[in-house]
């Protein structure tokens, strides 16, 4: 019913800066909020950020003032921009949509790896 699928995951260095985008496909009209969760290696997945319909965004506490997440127009487009980034932010970062009904959909993953 919805497909979601990421990209630009990949390495980069502590301090630097990477994007991160999610496109959603099938009923993306059935969608209330978009947003980004992460599973560190060793942790189970936590909420990175999330922004409604009505433009209503949360950050967690880890990212905020680093990340910033939104979406385009059309909104099917989800993107998140990572900045400032720490070694601790390696994770896989999952898109994930959630419909008006309260149903879940997630990407595939994609991964992150701060490192020098």
């Known amino acids: 019913q919805v497909q979601l699928a990421e990209s630009g995951g990949g390495l980069v260095q502590p301090g630097g800066s990477l994007n991160l985008s999610c496109v959603a496909s099938?009923?993306?009209?059935?969608?209330?909020?978009m947003g980004w969760d992460r599973q560190i290696p060793g942790k189970s997945r936590e909420m990175v950020a999330r922004i409604t319909t009505d433009d209503r965004i949360a950050y967690a506490n880890a990212v905020k003032g680093r990340f910033s997440v939104s979406v385009n127009d059309a909104g099917d487009t989800v993107t998140l921009q990572m900045g400032s980034l720490k070694s601790e932010d390696t994770a896989v970062y999952y898109c994930?949509?959630?419909?008006?009904?309260?149903?879940?959909?997630w990407g595939q993953g994609t991964q992150v790896t701060v490192s020098s």
């Open positions: 994930r949509g959630e419909t008006y009904g309260g149903s879940v959909y």
């Open positions: 099938g009923r993306t009209a059935a969608i209330g909020t």
